[in-house]
């Protein structure tokens, strides 16, 4: 059996999309599973030992294999029109039709609360905000796949990143003794409102410090790196782990950590991939979509504007810190 993932972006839900493979693998046991994505993700899935043949979309004209299953969890246009045009016997999930994207009934638990949702937006956006089950459970529920807890997002580093990080952790005097806190409290440019403030996260980083035995490594994209510079300046102690890193070096970085303090953000969902404990803060997108695996916490912003999306808040969202610093405690 030939089964095709279409997933394009972005890089989190990529990742999070993995837990889908060795469950497949489960239930077709001589199953080759092919995946389309863009050229920016091919990090995230290059080394899964259960994909067979990774197509990066940019350099995709067609693809002239048939496939048994083609599963298409992605609702950009070029996702939907190559959903629509492979040689398959069944689709599962967004394609073209008359020239407006449409999903199949038997994906509609998680395409109704999208941006292609029959109902329109507003409806599309109610349903979102009510939904309490995981992105991981409506699609394991989708293919009717069992042991949801068991298979688990995958992610798996390149051994020369591995040896990056060991020669980081040696140059910073990381001890593997030490319990290594990660923060990751930007979230890049596009969601003003998903990441702590400055002073907030001076706040956090300065009692986290306070704990014996513990070593601070901040994390950030190259949007964060004027901001994170500021945190240091303020801030004692703190391992810069620097905002210019390959993916795999990043990945790699925030595998030395025992503990995550992160946004919804990629940073997250890496932590939760190399299982490990991640104490997670939402707002304004949706806690419930996102499974920890029991190994962590979720914090969410007090808030009229939480759920609802949108870039920059009507109502920017209210941290109670020592609720995440005790969070931090629960998990070491």
Partial sequence: MKILI?????MGDVLRTTSLVPALKEKYPDCSIDWVTKNNAVDLIKNNPNINKIFPIEDLNSLEEHYNLVINFDDEVAACDLASNIKRDKLVGAYVEHGKRKYTEDSAEWFDMGLISKFGKDKADELKAKNDRTYHDIHFDIFGLKNSMKHQTELFLDESSLKFAESFAKKNNISKDEIVIGFNTGAGGRWKDKKLSVEDTIELIKKI???????IILFGGPEEEE??????????????AGCKNSLPDFAALINLCNVLVTSDSLAMHLGIALKKKVVAFFYPTSAAEIELYGMGEKIIGEG???????????????????KIINSVKSLI
């Fill in 209 to 215: 410090g306070k704990l014996q035995n513990s070593k």
């Fill in 304 to 322: 009229r504007s939480y759920c609802s999306y949108q870039s920059e808040c009507e109502d920017p969202p209210r941290w109670d810190i020592d």
């Fill in 6 to 10: 279409i997933k394009l972006g972005a």
């Fill in 227 to 240: 901001r994170n510079q500021e945190i240091i300046s303020k801030s004692q102690g703190i391992v810069d």
